[in-house]
């Protein structure tokens, strides 16, 4: 009996020696789980309520709004062309003769008619004065001297006939010397000499290239807040520029130019507003048909608060950054965005003037990490001229 209290009394021990153990383990795993997180160095910055600078880029394939395309205005066989084809040519410049022979003659017959019709109004003017002057007399009726007048009448409204149809032959010989119509680069001639041109034949197009006028479509709200913008604008700060891409390896081309245009009325189909702006393109760098990104240049929004764009992550709630509480460590807070720019990032709700935001590379920082801050100033290079 007492060998068996002795080996009940050993197992026990075991046993509670087993369960100590256990206990022993869960405990420094508890410790090893409430280890304090290690600190991260990364920049940190408080964040103020400021004016920011914002460049909106536009796609949009090039135009020239004042390229015009010739056509004949008279019928006649094509005699001449003064120019040589993508010919820089200048306003008034004489571009092609059509039969001009023919219309110097008619204008010469519309003369002589206007001449003879001229004479007859004399001659009717004259018959109705003594007409006037025997009607005094008695000497003819009444009915004889309005018969003159009649007479006098129909010569002078003769006369107006003659005068516009000579006018029109003017015009017309007008016509058969083509000139070109506003500056530019002159295309292919449509029509060979020596072929018969009728009223509507097209015959070259003109393309002004130095300035380039340029259309594109702007977002709806970006056009209000542009038009906001202009209201404003006293100093002339917003601006245009045009960029294209290189071919072959070569260099971006940029142009800069003004903003001239923006229209009041809403395509309904693209929720777009046309606006329209000049670039000087002196050595015909960009042609018409070219695709192109238009930036508009100067815009503002007043008393925002903006983070790098890099210290925006994505967390469990939507897009978050972390800011640095009392005891320096990492809280995430969720927050709105708004309008990139640049390399800023605009919030709209979720921080407020006077946090410390972590505004370096957010990877590895979790909530509660200590952080070691380097403070740095996001304003610079991108803060407007003030509230």
Do not use: W
Request: glycine letters at 8%.
């Amino acid at each position: 009996m007492k060998t068996l209290a002795t080996q009940g009394r050993v197992f026990f021990l075991a046993c509670m020696s087993i369960v100590l153990v256990a206990c022993g383990d869960e405990a420094n795993t508890a410790t090893a789980g409430a280890r304090p997180l290690p600190p991260v160095t990364t920049d940190v910055s408080r964040i103020e309520r400021r004016d920011i600078t914002l460049d909106k880029t536009y796609s949009s394939l090039l135009r020239s709004d004042n390229e015009v395309t010739l056509v004949a205005r008279v019928t006649g066989t094509l005699e001449s062309r003064q120019f040589e084809q993508g010919d820089q040519v200048s306003k008034g410049q004489l571009l092609y003769t059509i039969e001009p022979e023919h219309y110097e003659a008619q204008v010469k017959q519309r003369d002589a008619d206007l001449q003879s019709a001229r004479a007859e109004l004399a001659r009717a003017g004259r018959d109705a004065e003594r007409y006037a002057s025997l009607l005094k007399r008695n000497s003819v009726s009444r009915q004889q001297y309005d018969q003159a007048l009649a007479e006098q009448q129909v010569a002078r409204a003769r006369v107006a006939q003659a005068e516009a149809a000579l006018a029109s032959a003017r015009i017309d010989l007008g016509y058969t010397r083509v000139t070109a119509p506003v500056d530019g680069r002159i295309g292919l001639s449509q029509v060979n000499l020596g072929n018969l041109v009728n009223p509507g034949t097209e015959l070259v197009t003109v393309t002004p290239l130095d300035p380039l006028e340029v259309r594109f479509q702007v977002p709806l709200k970006d056009a209000l807040e542009l038009r906001s913008q202009l209201e404003l604008d006293e100093h002339n700060q917003v601006r245009a520029s045009l960029e294209i891409s290189g071919v072959g390896g070569q260099p971006a081309t940029r142009l800069q130019g003004t903003l001239d245009f923006l229209d009041v009325r809403v395509d309904q189909r693209t929720s777009t507003v046309q606006a329209s702006a000049t670039f000087s393109n002196p050595d015909a760098q960009v042609l018409p048909g070219q695709f192109a990104r238009v930036s508009i240049e100067g815009l503002m929004r007043y008393n925002v608060i903006a983070v790098p764009e890099i210290a925006v992550t994505q967390g469990l709630m939507g897009p978050q950054v972390f800011v640095v509480d009392a005891e320096g460590k990492a809280r995430a807070r969720s927050v709105e965005l708004g309008e990139l720019a640049g390399d800023l990032q605009i919030i709209i709700k979720g921080l407020e003037s006077g946090d410390t935001v972590v505004t370096g590379d957010p990877s590895g920082i979790k909530p509660g990490t200590p952080i070691k801050p380097n403070a740095v100033d996001v304003s610079a290079g991108r803060e407007g001229s003030g509230a």
